[in-house]
């Protein structure tokens, strides 16, 4: 019986997110309606923070919270090689500048001792834009320590990881995207994150000014709130008071990423379940690095990645066993655009080895054992040479 083809990540679109969309699209309002408001209070709940705004992918969300915080022309802002794009992307479209810290070789994470000597060097730096990366919670506790020793702000980039946390210091658990320590977070519904709403994004805060100002930002900068307006002219008035955007989530997105919601707490039982799964299969296999997960962290799994010598040979094997790996990511320093900009390879030498020797394996609720089995057996035959 084949069993292919395994992708690395994949939706699961169940009969009821196909009726919670069916009512939508008979409701009154197919964008900016009570769908919205609901599902922002929903996910809040699900993240622990006090606000959330719902906008229309997770690259748009990323842009708002550089606007809402005033990154400029003369600014930087610093972030880690091994992420997707969007994480710098955002501070350009500001005319800011980026700067990187290369990674943790055990984590994959924005080495903190590397950040912190970084904004030692540069007073330049305004913000930090960590990622938890695969779902591995960055420890925001430390990074806020930086952060407030240095004067920075921080945008969370929590993509892969809602549902992920660290216990603090103090033994609180801090959910990613709370707000307990980082200004705003950011979070995406595209297909292949935990969450799918085909397209969509979240920023979540508990920042009451940073929350209202995004409102209008993400809707063109506009406001009807009476209480907010420089005039009145009647009941048809509103002001455009920022040059906003329309970075709107509809309400027919808002319904299917809600339903994922209610099996949001599932899909994370199962996504540990399989970690574990290739965790075990590999951890006396010297030639199949996995990830180190620090004692205070509690992983998201959006990926599972692992090293090994021959990647470009291991990824081609699979795929001839329609096993559709992926890699996570090409270092941003080394992409086309960023290297106009001044940076070069061997900038972020462990970025670079990393992604040398890194692949992402299959990881998705809907991942069958029998799945997992065959790659798992694909992967130990092709580093033990057939
Ligand atoms: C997916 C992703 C984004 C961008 O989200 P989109 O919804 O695709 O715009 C940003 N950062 C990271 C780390 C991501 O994985």
């Not at 990645?305 to 990511?329: F, P």
Request: with cysteine; net charge negative; aromatic share 10%.
């Amino acid at each position: 019986m084949s069993l292919g083809p395994i992708p690395y990540g994949k939706q699961h679109i169940t009969e009821e997110d196909i009726q919670a969309v069916s009512v939508a699209l008979k409701a009154d309002y197919l964008t900016q309606g009570p769908s919205i408001k609901a599902f922002e209070e929903d996910f809040a709940t699900y993240v622990g923070s006090k606000y959330a705004v719902a906008v229309s992918n997770g690259t748009a969300a990323l842009h708002l919270c550089a606007l809402a915080l005033g990154v400029e022309p003369g600014q930087k802002v610093i972030t880690t090689p091994i992420t997707f794009s969007a994480s710098a992307n955002c501070v350009r479209y500001c005319g800011g500048e980026v700067v990187f810290a290369d990674i943790d070789p055990d984590t994959f994470l924005i080495d903190l001792a590397k950040l912190e000597e970084a904004l030692k060097a540069d007073p330049e730096i305004v913000g930090i834009i960590p990622v938890d990366f695969t779902g591995l919670p960055v420890n925001l506790e430390k990074v806020r320590a930086l952060a407030d020793a240095h004067n920075c702000w921080i945008i969370e980039d929590a993509c892969h990881a809602p549902g992920g946390a660290f216990v603090d210091a103090n033994g609180a658990v801090s959910k990613c995207g709370s707000g307990m320590y980082a200004d705003l977070a950011i979070f995406s519904f595209h297909p292949v994150k935990h969450i799918a709403a085909g397209e969509g994004g979240m920023i979540t805060t508990n920042n009451e000014k940073l929350y209202q100002d995004l409102l209008r930002l993400r809707t063109h900068g506009i406001t009807k709130d009476p209480n907010l307006l420089h005039e009145n002219h009647g009941g048809w008035y509103m002001e455009m008071q920022d040059l906003g955007y329309n970075y709107r989530l509809t309400d027919i997105q808002a319904t299917l990423a809600a339903s994922q919601l209610t099996r949001a707490d599932a899909g994370m039982v199962r996504r540990r379940e399989i970690a574990k799964a290739y965790d075990a299969a590999f951890a006396n296999e010297a030639k199949v690095g996995i990830q180190t997960i620090p004692d205070e962290a509690q992983h998201a799994y959006h990926l599972y990645v692992i090293q090994v010598e021959d990647r470009k040979g291991l990824y081609d094997y699979l795929r001839e066993h329609q096993i559709y790996s992926q890699v996570h990511y090409i270092p941003v320093h080394r992409m086309p655009y960023y290297q106009e900009l001044g940076w070069k390879q061997g900038d972020f030498p462990l970025s670079e080895a990393y992604y040398d020797r890194c692949l992402s394996l299959p990881m998705f609720p809907t991942l069958t054992e029998e799945q997992q089995q065959f790659v798992i057996e694909r992967v130990l035959a092709f580093v033990n040479g057939q």
